[in-house]
């Protein structure tokens, strides 16, 4: 089964890495020739990490000849399952979802990585519906074991059970839910960060010691702050904004706080500042 995954980012090159080590024929595009650069590089070093505590059974070689990168729409012809992470904002998955879906072929299974946007409304954009569904990963892709599956309004059961199948092949946990606004991670997610930076911005605790507090205190891997950086401030943004905007619950409204980190660009790990420096 070939796979092309729409997106070189931090999720987009972990998920096609993801399908690599299964053994999937994989490409990878992003129609930016530096994301790509920058994606490729990601994988290297992810496989390196996983190659020396022997946690694959291939070698990093064979794994990364499994992947083709490119920057063009045209390198998804033959694909039987293509899925989109591409960043979370609606005008570029429209555009990206319509150019995708009129590149491959009939019966071709379209899958979003998208964290927060209702897989019915992006399902609009494509020709086939019914095979289009959520498919959300968790960074990092090759460590976390989740798959969250969002059935849309029109995703036929055919494609959730096949979605369901690819996902234990990929040795993860699918669970699959409805769609909702920020489905079940999210939702139970951006409050909890929220939360943490409205501690900050109140004067409440430091940035270490709120992190030390959720950390320790509640045995979290990771304190909501360095969580927030993890994700990215402007990916945390961009969801809470849905969030808010689809419940209009004060419990999802971005902090001004975090809205004027992402203004100075301070992203977290990838821009080398967030609530931490890097
Ligand atoms: N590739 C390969 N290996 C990786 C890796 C990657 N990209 N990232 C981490 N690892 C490995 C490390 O090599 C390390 O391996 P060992 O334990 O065998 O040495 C292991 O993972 C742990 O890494 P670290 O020691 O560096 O740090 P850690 O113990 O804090 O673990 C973590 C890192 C797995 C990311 C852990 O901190 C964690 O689980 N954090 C929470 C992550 C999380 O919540 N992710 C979901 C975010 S929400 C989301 O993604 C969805 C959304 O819609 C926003």
Known sequence: ?????????????????????????????????????????????SLAKLS??????????????????????????????????????????KDILAKVSSNVSSGTIIGSNTSSISISLLSSFVKEPENFIGMHFFNPPPIMKLVEIVNGNRTSEMTRNKISEISRQLGKEPV???DYPGFVSNRVLMPMLREAIVCLEEGIGSVEDIDKTIKLGLNHPMGPLTLCDFIGNDV???IMEVLF???????????????????????GRKSGEGFYKY
């Open 1 to 45: 089964m070939k796979v092309s995954v729409i997106g070189a980012g931090t999720m987009g090159s972990g998920i096609a890495q993801v399908f690599a080590m299964s053994g999937y024929e994989t490409t990878l595009i992003d129609i930016f020739p530096e994301a790509v650069k920058k994606g490729k590089a990601n994988i290297e070093k």
């Open 52 to 93: 020396e505590k022997g946690s694959i059974n291939s070698t990093p070689d064979k794994i990364l000849g499994l992947i083709k990168f490119s920057s063009s729409y045209d390198d998804l012809k033959g694909s039987q399952l293509v899925v989109e992470a591409a960043f979370e904002r609606l005008d570029v998955k």
């Open 176 to 178: 699959i839910v409805n």
């Open 236 to 238: 945390v943004y961009d």
């Open 245 to 267: 905007r689809e419940f209009g619950d004060p419990h999802y409204k971005p902090p001004v706080l975090l809205r004027n980190m992402v203004y100075a660009g301070k992203l």
